[in-house]
């Protein structure tokens, strides 16, 4: 297992995470995503360790603050030494039926912060994130809430989970403007088969040494082989049958696939675990969140981070995977050309 630097920190942490989602279930989409009970999750969290992952993530909303209770128990059931493990937990999402009860305010966020620790049985958390976009509150008051925590101990780092280039970049100003705690990480869904986020993010993430963790590696299980151009399941189940997210485009998700098969055939892995591979290959990525029903499918990602995919494996997905031209990326690349074939040795183009 390899581990990298949590954005610019010194926290290491293994290149796979695993997620919780499927801890607890419950009603609505829980119950949809998994089920999985204390010893079920002992069991997944025991092969995650054994196979050098150091890093967990979850988050308040799941099952209703279940999936950070049996976390946190799981930690406790296999004796796991506290400095032997990354927890990453978030907040934004409703925890009550009372208007307050939700999004990034201060005191939402010192609230559930608090509510956090006692589920999962920690004295700090290492990585605190803000699950999502709350258009009523200030960023400043968001960063301010998240460097109380801090400063307090209760928290190590913060970042934060499905926003823009442009919010983390106004965050991060605001941060070094009034010496608060920065933003760290983001949480985001990238796929060989949906790459939007390089548009704007990745040379953000790059610039500002932003780490990045990835949600829905497989697309929903989209990327898993097991479902056919249509979207109907080789099996009949799987979760894309009753879940169908997160939106992805179909033809160009299909396309991916096929030129994955034979790639996964060179390597005498799984479609899977290609596309996993693909990830752990780009240099933005700092660790990818995998999540699992059961010890056997767990390992079957894990395996994903032996698989060495060579420049012309990685130049062939990336070509069938690529995004269609959109502006101003392609004026950008046109009128910077010059400046890199001068750096190359080229001779300099006027235009």
């Known amino acids: 297992m390899k581990y990298n630097p949590l954005g610019q920190t010194g926290l290491l942490v293994s290149e796979l995470c695993l997620g919780t989602m499927t801890f607890g279930g419950g009603a609505g989409i829980w119950a949809q995503i998994g089920d999985l009970q204390q010893q079920a999750a002992d069991d997944l969290v025991r092969t995650a360790l054994d196979a050098g992952i150091n890093f967990i993530d979850t988050a308040n909303v799941y099952s209703g603050g279940l999936s950070e209770q049996i976390t946190g128990q799981a930690l406790r059931n296999l004796g796991v030494a506290r400095d032997d493990v990354v927890v990453a937990t978030k907040v934004l999402g409703p925890m009550g039926d009372g208007v307050n009860a939700r999004g990034a305010s201060r005191a939402h966020i010192l609230a559930q912060a608090r509510a956090s620790l006692k589920r999962l049985q920690l004295d700090h958390i290492d990585l605190y994130q803000i699950h999502g976009v709350d258009p009523l509150t200030p960023v400043e008051e968001t960063m301010e809430a998240l460097d109380t925590l801090v400063r307090s101990g209760d928290v190590r780092y913060v970042g934060v989970s499905n926003w823009a280039a ?186």
């Not at 985001?188 to 040494?209: C, F, H, K, N, W």
């Not at 249509?230 to 992805?248: E, I, L, Q």
């Not at 485009?249 to 696939?257: L, N, S, T």
């Not at 030129?259 to 693909?278: D, I, K, N, Y």
């Open 166 to 351: 442009w919010q983390i970049a106004k965050a991060l100003g605001i941060a070094e403007r009034k010496n608060l705690a920065p933003l760290r990480s983001l949480q985001a869904y990238y796929t060989i088969a949906g790459r939007d986020l390089e548009r704007e993010l990745v040379p953000m993430l790059l610039s500002e040494q932003v780490g990045l963790m990835v949600w829905s590696p497989l697309a929903g299980g989209l990327l898993s082989g097991k479902y056919h151009r249509d979207g109907t399941s080789v099996s009949g189940d799987g979760r894309r049958a009753n879940f169908d997210f997160p939106p992805v485009d179909r033809d160009r998700a299909f396309d991916v696939i096929e030129a994955m098969r034979p790639v996964a055939e060179a390597h005498g892995c799984s479609v899977a675990q290609v596309a996993l591979a693909w990830l752990l290959h780009q240099k933005v990525v700092t660790s990818v969140i995998v999540g699992a029903r059961n010890p056997e499918q767990l390992s079957d990602n894990i395996a994903a981070a032996t698989v060495s995919l060579s420049d012309d494996e990685m130049a062939a997905l990336d070509k069938v995977s690529a995004l269609p031209a959109e502006y101003p990326g392609w004026m950008i690349e046109r009128q910077t050309a010059y400046r890199a074939g001068a750096v190359a040795g080229a001779p300099p183009k006027t235009s």
